[in-house]
């Protein structure tokens, strides 16, 4: 039964990454030369439920359909996401793309669980916490996300970034930050607040579905 659960709460969160996908302006949101997204949120969401396994998984198909997206729908930067896309002032793309596209997806996917679970342990596990603890976990797997994938953008593609935004020296950085400080800031208190609203009830639904066939 619990194979079962586990299966069907997976297909669930990933046919809701799908139809984030599908709907023009609900999973990616364009703001000037990168997309704000919302798919991150229930890859959270999964972590915490399902586990860091699953939810890496679920991470690895958000950063597949970020690859897809970005090789279909041109935008400025699609080349960071994207190793079909030619990088700027060449005439071929980068496998380095894959990496700005998967491993801050996958990892989305593994450390809300464990700041859930450390948190728990910080605070005893009392149910006033839980909160907290979800909120916390929330933003700090949206800011993963955000955090690494401009990073290594910065760090794998510094110049044709730069060409992109039309910045050089220190104002490519400062760039970086912008986007983590807002949009970046943004995206990660949605996601927390949504991470409370959902997690919290399916964290019932299955602590009293569990309790009933005890």
């Known amino acids: 039964m619990k194979n079962t659960k586990t299966f069907t709460l997976t297909a669930m969160f990933l046919a809701i990454l799908i139809l984030l996908s599908a709907v023009p302006f609900l999973g990616f949101i364009p703001i000037g030369p990168i997309n704000a997204t ?17 939810g890496a998984f679920l991470g690895g198909v958000f950063g597949i359909i970020s690859m897809i997206r970005s090789t ?4 400025p930067l699609s080349f960071v996401f994207s ?9 071929q793309g980068s496998f380095k ?5 998967m491993v801050p ?14 948190l728990k342990k910080l605070t005893k596990n009392k149910p006033t916490s839980q909160t907290f603890s979800l909120f916390i976990a929330g933003f700090l797997g949206s800011a993963t996300n955000t955090i690494l994938v ?16 039309g910045a050089s020296g220190a104002a490519i950085y400062t760039a970086i930050l912008t986007v983590i400080f807002t949009s970046g800031i943004v995206e990660a208190i949605v996601a927390a ?8 009830v399916l964290l019932r639904l299955v602590k009293n579905n569990a309790t009933q066939k005890l």
């Open 105 to 118: 997806r996958i990892l989305i996917g593994v450390v809300p669980y464990f700041v859930f679970m450390g």
């Open 38 to 54: 919302t798919m991150h949120i229930p890859v959270i969401i999964a972590s915490i439920i399902l586990g860091p396994r699953i």
């Open 72 to 75: 279909i729908v041109l935008s």
């Open 97 to 101: 793309a894959v990496i700005v596209a």
């Open 83 to 91: 190793p079909f896309i030619p990088v700027i002032g060449t005439d």
């Open 150 to 165: 401009m990073n290594l953008i910065y760090f794998l593609f510094k110049d044709s970034y730069a060409q992109s935004i």
């Open 193 to 200: 607040v949504a991470t409370v609203g959902v997690t919290s």
